[in-house]
C-alpha cells in the first residue's frame, strides 16, 4: 500500500509540474479538444478591402470543396465578399463590373501552406501575381517580412509562425529559436502568439517530452502545432499533440525496421547534413506497398493529421549523362507514399516550399500541384488540397478556402480547366485578393 501510495504521489507531482510549465489549467488536460483559435494574418490591417460589385459570368466554378464544377456559372462579389454563387440565372446587379468568364475557370486563391522567403525580395507578391493568395512560412522571424510589407505591393495575406523550435546544434539557426527545457518551449509559444503567430512548428531535434509541452501550450493559445521530424518516429511524435507533418520524409522512421531507422537517426544526430543524402539512401528501401505503409495511413486518418508533402524539394530527375538510382528510387517511393497516404482518406494539403530544384521562380505552387498528379492524385483532390483543406489545417475555413456565398473574396481565374488538365493552373488570367483584383505585373 504504501508503494503504490508513494509511486501515485511521484506521478501526480510529474503531473503538477508539466501543468505548471504549461501554464494549463488542470480543466483543460483532459481529452483533445482545443480552445477555440481566432487565427488572423499578421498583415490583415494592411490589405485592402476591394469596394465595387463584381460579376463574373459564363465561367466554370470549381469552388475547392471537390464536387462538380458549375458550368457558364456566375459569382457576384460586392466589396470584399462574395454576394452569390451559381448558374446562368443568378441575377446581374445593373451596377456591377462584368467579368466575362468564357473559356475560363474560377478557382479559390490559392493557399500554401509551407512557403519560405529566404531572403529572395519579392517573392510574396510574385506568388500573388500567380494566384496563391495566402501563405503559411512555417519557421521565419516575424521581422523577415518587414521588408515585404513596407514595399507597397499587393502582398498574400502571411499566416506566420515565428522561428521554428529546435534544439542544439540547430539545422538553420538563422530560423530557429533554440529551446533547452519545457520552461523556454512555452515561454517561447507564448510570446509567438502574443506576437501574432498562427501556428507553431518544431524541428527535428525535439523529443517527444517537449513535443509534447508545446502541444499542450499552444492548444490552450488556439494555434495548432506542425512538425518537421527526421529523428523522431513520427506516429510517437503525433502522440504528443502535433496537428500536422512537414514534409513526407518526416515519415521515415515510420516505414522501415527499427535498426535502419536506428542507423540514421543516429547519422543525423551526429549530423544535421547527414540527412541530405541519407533520407534518399532511406527512402529508396522503402516499399509503399508494405504493411508499415498501411499501418501509418490508417493511424493518421484516425488521428486526424495534416500532411504537407512538398515534394518539390526532393525531387530528382536524371540528366542525360547520369543517373542516380538511389535519388530516382528515394523519390518514386516519395510520390508513391503520397499518393497511398491520400487514398487512404489522410487530409493532404499542399506546400511549395517557395524555391524547388525543377521550378521556375515563383512557379513552385503550381510544380507541386503538378508532382501530386504525377503521383497520381486526381486533379480535383489536389484543388481541394491547395485550397479547402489547406484552409482547415490554417483554421481559417469559415472565411477562406472556397467559393461560397460570405466567405472572403479571394480569387483566380486560369484559362482552360483544371479539372482536365492540371497544367492549366498556370495560366493565370486575373487574380483578386479581398474583392479587389491584383494589378497585372507588381
Known sequence: MIKKIGSYYIYTCSWLILM?????????????????????????????????????????????????????????????????????????????????????????????????????????????????TSVRDPGAWNEAYEGERKYGNMIPRLFLCGPHLDMYPPAYPHDAYVVRDSLEAVNHVNRAADEGATAIKVYFRLPPHLIRVICKAAHVRGLPVTAHLEITEAMEAIEQGLDGIEHITSFGLSLQSKRKGEKYRQMVLNDNNARKQGRYDVWSNIDPNDRLTDSLSRFLVKKGTFVSPTL???????????????????????????????????????????????????????????????????????????????????????????????????????????????????????????????????
Open 20 to 132: 505548471i510549465a504549461c501554464n494549463v489549467p488542470a480543466s483543460q488536460t483532459n481529452g483533445d479538444n482545443h480552445s477555440k483559435s481566432d487565427i488572423k494574418e499578421l498583415n490583415a490591417s494592411e490589405i485592402e478591402a476591394g469596394q465595387k460589385t463584381i460579376a463574373i459570368i459564363g465561367v466554370t466554378i470549381i469552388d475547392g470543396n471537390g464536387g462538380a464544377p458549375v458550368e457558364n456559372g456566375t459569382v457576384v462579389v460586392k466589396g470584399n465578399r462574395i454576394e452569390a454563387v451559381g448558374g446562368p440565372s443568378v441575377p446581374v446587379p445593373k451596377y456591377a463590373e462584368v467579368i466575362d468568364g468564357k473559356g475560363l475557370s474560377v478557382l479559390p486563391g490559392f493557399i500554401d501552406s509551407h512557403f519560405h522567403l529566404d531572403n529572395m525580395s519579392g517573392l510574396p507578391a510574385l506568388f500573388l501575381q500567380h494566384g496563391v
Open 312 to 442: 518539390g524539394p526532393f525531387e530528382y530527375q536524371p540528366s542525360d549523362t547520369l543517373t542516380d538510382t538511389v535519388k530516382l528510387n528515394g523519390f518514386k517511393n516519395m510520390k508513391a507514399v503520397t499518393q497511398k497516404l491520400k487514398q487512404a482518406g489522410v487530409r493532404i494539403v499542399l506546400g511549395s516550399h517557395s524555391s524547388v530544384p525543377y521550378a521556375e521562380n515563383g512557379w513552385a505552387f503550381q510544380h507541386e500541384m503538378e508532382l501530386f498528379a504525377e503521383s497520381g492524385i486526381s486533379n480535383s483532390d489536389i484543388i481541394v488540397a491547395a485550397t479547402m483543406e489547406n484552409a482547415r489545417f490554417f483554421r481559417i475555413d469559415d472565411r477562406l478556402g472556397s467559393i461560397e456565398k460570405g466567405k472572403i473574396a479571394d480569387l483566380v481565374l486560369v484559362k482552360g480547366n483544371p479539372l482536365q488538365d492540371i497544367k492549366a493552373v498556370r495560366n493565370i488570367s486575373r487574380v483578386m485578393l479581398n474583392g479587389k483584383w491584383v494589378p497585372a505585373g507588381l
